[in-house]
């Protein structure tokens, strides 16, 4: 069964500072990963998304994260982050890029962002 | 830009009562899921359906829940005989690859 850790539950940075929230996956075959934010009271924007090729995907919003299989990591990273950045952020895996199968979650990652 | 939508986003039921949940997917979207998370928790995959049928359920998904499409847009999660342990954030997702999140509805059951 595919499984996702976020090991840093909370996580402060000051806002202009740079920012990497770790994702781990367990998965058999080669996984499609995601990473999501849920702002309070929000439902979950996708950030971006790993389905093959380049292990250095670009988002929105100035976010990027790469693929490492040898770690099975898929790290989200920020240069410089915002006030506006505050939020949860999840990473997930599924099966396929698109298809029936459902998304497995990881338990998220608080982020506060400190003047 | 298209999104999904979702009614109400907030619903209060007591125990044992049916709620009905609405969705309404990108319309262009083949494949339709719902989810849930309880205050605190992760966001735990219930049910994806197309085609017109559940493709797959998670152990969650027992025979108090049930979806359906009632017609071209619609998308629907039934819960028959709430329990309290039901309140939490359900969310609609749709995709053709890579899944689309509603707002959410929030389920209190007293």
């Known amino acids: 069964a595919q499984s996702v850790t976020q090991p840093d539950i909370h996580i402060t940075v000051s806002e202009g500072a740079s920012l990497e929230l770790r994702c781990n996956y367990s998965y058999g075959a080669t996984p499609y990963l995601f990473w999501y934010v849920q702002s309070p009271g929000q439902g979950l924007q996708l950030l971006l998304k790993?389905?093959?090729?380049?292990?250095l995907v670009q988002g929105i919003k100035g976010f990027e994260a790469e693929f490492k299989r040898s770690q099975s990591s898929f790290n989200l990273r920020k240069p410089s982050v915002h006030w506006s950045d505050a939020a949860e952020y999840f990473c997930?895996?599924?099966?396929?890029?698109?298809?029936?199968?459902?998304?497995?979650f990881g338990k998220g990652t608080h982020l506060i962002i400190q003047p | 830009e298209p999104e999904v939508t979702q009614t109400p986003s907030h619903q209060v039921t007591q125990m044992g009562q049916e709620v009905i949940l609405r969705c309404v997917p990108i319309s262009n979207h083949l494949y339709f899921y719902w989810y849930r998370q309880i205050l605190g928790q992760k966001v735990e995959f219930l049910v994806s359906?197309?085609?017109?049928?559940?493709?797959?359920k998670s152990e969650i998904f027992d025979d108090q829940f049930s979806v359906e499409r009632p017609d071209g847009s619609n998308f629907t999660l039934k819960i028959r005989s709430t329990k309290l342990e039901d309140s939490a954030m359900y969310f609609c997702a749709s995709s053709n690859a890579e899944q689309y999140f509603g707002p959410g509805t929030r389920l209190t059951v007293t």
């Open positions: 997930a895996v599924g099966e396929g890029g698109g298809g029936a199968d459902g998304l497995t």
């Open positions: 359906f197309y085609n017109n049928e559940i493709s797959e």
């Open positions: 790993y389905f093959s090729g380049d292990t």
